[in-house]
């Protein structure tokens, strides 16, 4: 079966910086869309950046410019370089992947999304 496995979350000051890491197994890695999203309990699950089949990206509008994807076909990993941190951005995170090609204009939608790891969390504040 298909495991995600994200690492990398924890404390940081607003402006400060850090990196999630997800590891896919058992899965054709470069074959179908991978996301990031994040919630609040409560609160509906959102995208915040994504890689398609095709390898674009697209973002989460709050954080472009601050926050990137990249992927790392040979170690099978998903990450997420998140900088000039915002208490906003105080969440669980979880990585994410599709199992069909999907479509770019769906592609932050969480309902788009099979698989799901445990979660990381993310916490800023000074």
């Known amino acids: 079966d298909v495991q995600l496995v994200e690492s990398g979350g924890g404390s940081a000051r607003p402006g400060g910086s850090l990196e999630l890491s997800c590891v896919i197994s058992?899965?054709?890695?470069?074959?179908?869309?991978k996301a990031w999203f994040r919630e609040v309990p409560g609160q509906e699950r959102e995208g915040v950046a994504a890689?398609?089949?095709?390898?674009?990206?697209k973002y989460k509008d709050s954080v472009k410019g601050r926050f990137t994807i990249s992927q790392d076909n040979a170690r099978n990993t998903l990450f997420l370089q998140m900088n000039s941190l915002e208490q906003r951005d105080t969440r669980m995170y979880y990585c994410?992947?599709?199992?069909?090609?999907?479509?770019?204009?769906?592609?932050?939608?969480?309902?788009?999304?099979?698989?799901w790891g445990q979660g990381t969390q993310v916490t800023v504040s000074s």
């Open positions: 994410a992947v599709q199992n069909r090609r999907g479509s770019w204009g769906h592609l932050l939608e969480s309902v788009e999304y099979a698989y």
């Open positions: 058992d899965w054709p890695f470069d074959t179908y869309p």
């Open positions: 890689i398609d089949s095709d390898g674009k990206i």
